[in-house]
């Protein structure tokens, strides 16, 4: 590689200092601070394709893709075309339109598992919602979760958490009660014997069961086939709802989510991300029974100003369409193969112990060389590795997600070149590491 590398982020330095008397942190999300990997956050000004500019003018390949909804990259021109279209009729009416009929037509025909659904505005309101329902309908208070799933910041679930929750060492914040976490019980993930002993000791009180299906916020991390054989036995033999959180994996793994490839069989999934084409949306949806002890059809309370947005529908309308007329998934599992590969050989080349772990378009570099199948062992990985080949990688111009204990993901905007220049950068990076 011969171009200079990347060291000038004057702007954003002074951007950032600004930003920090403003908000906490200087950001409106933890991950995007940095504190994991040091240094000063870069600020965005635009994105095109499988690129986003920062305001010192430097160019980055995008592996973050806005932590996952920019699966056809930034500014595809469909969903663009969709946004300016909804855009001239109104923004938000908070009545019902046909555009959310649209959309949830879209997910039910997507997601086997899911006859109805609702639309909210983010991830964690999904899961929240998702949590509240399983509890109203059971007429029960516990919920399993597993350690390094995260779920959004719910209360209840910010137990033991991943993402930035792990990240920066507050696995349980400050401010959730006792009485918010105790109905909370947490097992390892992909470990069955620990549901079962759940199961055991508390079957009659379990409300649900939250996973995320293939894990991303503790790094990738997929499930066991015992482990997904277990979930769906045990919920079913002792009435608990299966909560299936694919908040990130939903049209990111498969067009009908991580459960189609796992053979999972949840009572309730929530989506998110991919879900809103890059706006905001969030979604939960199950069986009909289920789903109709919703208000105003049922008693369980949810409701949102701003649900079903006529722009956030518009982009995930316009996405879904697209990820089903030209189903990507082939070319992005052809794509994170050769990611794989080339890190994989470049960090053998140079001695890193390593361990990849991917789910198509989804993919972990864990330095730390563990089969990495549940929290104890992501968590022994060298994240001040970690921070040196982000900042490595930044001088090279590419964006990865900044934590080892995040995916990155992959778009039909990346190219072969693209890919190619990742890996040659990498190789670099290891060598001086
Ligand atoms: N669940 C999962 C699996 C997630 O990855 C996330 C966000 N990264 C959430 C829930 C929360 O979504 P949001 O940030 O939109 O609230």
């Not at 949840?266 to 009909?288: M, N, W």
């Not at 649900?307 to 990820?323: E, F, I, K, V, W």
Request: one cysteine or more.
């Amino acid at each position: 590689m011969n171009s200079p590398l990347i060291t000038n982020h004057k702007n954003s330095k002074a951007q950032f200092e600004r930003a920090q008397h403003l908000m906490p942190g200087g950001v409106n999300s933890p991950a995007r601070a940095f504190g994991a990997v040091g240094g000063t956050p870069l600020f965005i000004e635009r994105g095109n394709g499988s690129s986003i500019y920062d305001v010192d003018g430097n160019c980055y390949l995008d592996y973050i893709g806005s932590w996952g909804p920019m699966i056809l990259g930034h500014r595809h021109p469909e969903v663009i075309a969709a946004l300016e279209q909804s855009l001239a009729t109104g923004t938000s009416f908070g009545a019902p339109t046909e555009a959310e009929s649209l959309i949830a037509e879209q997910i039910i025909d997507a997601v086997a598992s899911i006859e109805k659904v609702r639309l909210v505005n983010s991830g964690t309101e999904a899961t929240m919602s998702a949590v509240r329902l399983a509890r109203g309908f059971t007429g029960r208070d516990l919920i399993v979760k597993f350690a390094g799933n995260y779920h959004g910041h719910v209360d209840s679930l910010l137990v033991s958490a991943g993402s930035s929750a792990a990240t920066l060492g507050v696995p349980n914040s400050p401010g959730i009660t006792a009485g918010a976490s105790k109905d909370t019980l947490v097992r390892e993930y992909n470990d069955v014997a620990g549901l079962e002993q759940a199961f055991a000791e508390h079957g009659p009180q379990i409300a649900g069961v939250i996973l995320e299906p293939v894990v991303g916020n503790m790094g990738v991390v997929t499930p066991t086939d015992a482990f997904c054989k277990a979930l769906n036995s045990l919920t079913k033999q002792h009435g608990a709802l299966l909560i299936c959180d694919e908040v990130m994996t939903g049209f990111r793994v498969a067009f009908g989510g991580a459960q189609s490839l796992f053979g999972l069989q949840p009572d309730l999934t929530t989506l998110g991300k991919i879900v809103g084409g890059g706006l905001p949306v969030g979604a939960y949806g199950g069986r009909e029974e289920v789903m109709n002890y919703v208000l105003p059809a049922g008693e369980v309370f949810q409701a949102g100003t701003l649900s079903g947005n006529p722009l956030a529908t518009a982009a995930g309308s316009a996405t879904l369409r697209l990820l089903k007329e030209q189903p990507p998934y082939e070319q992005l599992e052809q794509s994170g193969a050769k990611l794989e590969a080339g890190l994989h050989e470049a960090a053998n080349k140079h001695d890193i112990p390593h361990t990849i772990a991917r789910v198509g378009s989804m993919m972990t570099l864990f330095f730390n060389d563990l089969d990495v199948g549940d929290w104890s062992a992501a968590s022994q990985s060298n994240t001040e590795r970690y921070a040196k080949y982000f900042w490595g990688m930044i001088e090279r111009g590419v964006y990865l997600p900044c934590s080892q204990y995040e995916a990155l993901f992959i778009s039909t905007a990346h190219s072969d070149d693209d890919l190619q220049h990742t890996i040659d950068a990498a190789e670099e990076v290891f060598a001086i590491l």
